[in-house]
């Protein structure tokens, strides 16, 4: 569901939204890059060392300055801070994609960053034990969170609550690199 009569410069703030593994970074940091805009990684903002979450006044004081600016790409889907990004937004970018093709990304990722330890935020890495033997994993999370976070975006799409920002909605990998080569500059 993509408008085709969106113009790059019209995209000026924007949020990308999406269940956890649908590639909202990946997407994230290519938009800005097109947009020649601030990548804002909010997963950044809110772990600190050790998987220990920022505190809430700090966090939401960080996403406040971040977004501040008059043009950036956000990735994330924090709830609590959802009034900061959301209203101050100029488009919101859903990557809504099918249960078995995040899944099979969660798989994937989670078996490449638990055997290479790659850093994920601020030193922070899954490991094997994490990734595969606790309710602390990533693929856990999906199974949990992906079919209530899509009724929640789709009444979220419907209802517009937040600001005056525009919803496109990206229904698989193909809708959002065409969209990607609309804008490419």
């Not at 859903?94 to 601020?122: D, G, M, Q």
């Not at 009724?151 to 690199?177: C, M, P, T, W």
Request: contains cysteine; positive net charge; hydrophobic residues 35%.
């Amino acid at each position: 569901m993509q408008d085709d009569s969106i113009k790059p410069e019209e995209l000026e703030r924007v949020v990308v939204i999406g269940s956890s593994c649908t590639g909202k970074t990946t997407f994230s940091k290519k938009l800005s890059k097109h947009l020649n805009c601030k990548h804002i990684e909010v997963d950044w903002l809110n772990w600190l060392p050790d998987w220990q979450e920022r505190p809430n006044e700090e966090f939401r004081a960080l996403v406040k300055k971040e977004t501040s600016a008059d043009r950036w790409v956000l990735d994330g889907n924090y709830s609590r801070v959802r009034d900061i990004t959301w209203n101050r937004a100029t488009h919101i970018i859903w990557l809504n994609y099918s249960f078995p093709i995040v899944f099979y990304r969660a798989i994937k990722r989670t078996t490449r960053r638990a055997f290479t330890k790659e850093e994920i935020c601020n030193g922070n890495q899954e490991s094997i034990r994490q990734s595969f033997f606790s309710t602390d994993s990533m693929i856990v999370w999906v199974i949990r969170t992906y079919h209530s976070r899509r009724r929640r975006y789709k009444e979220q799409v419907k209802k517009k609550q937040y600001g005056n920002a525009k919803f496109i909605v990206l229904n698989n990998s193909q809708e959002a690199d065409n969209f990607l080569a609309t804008f490419h500059v």
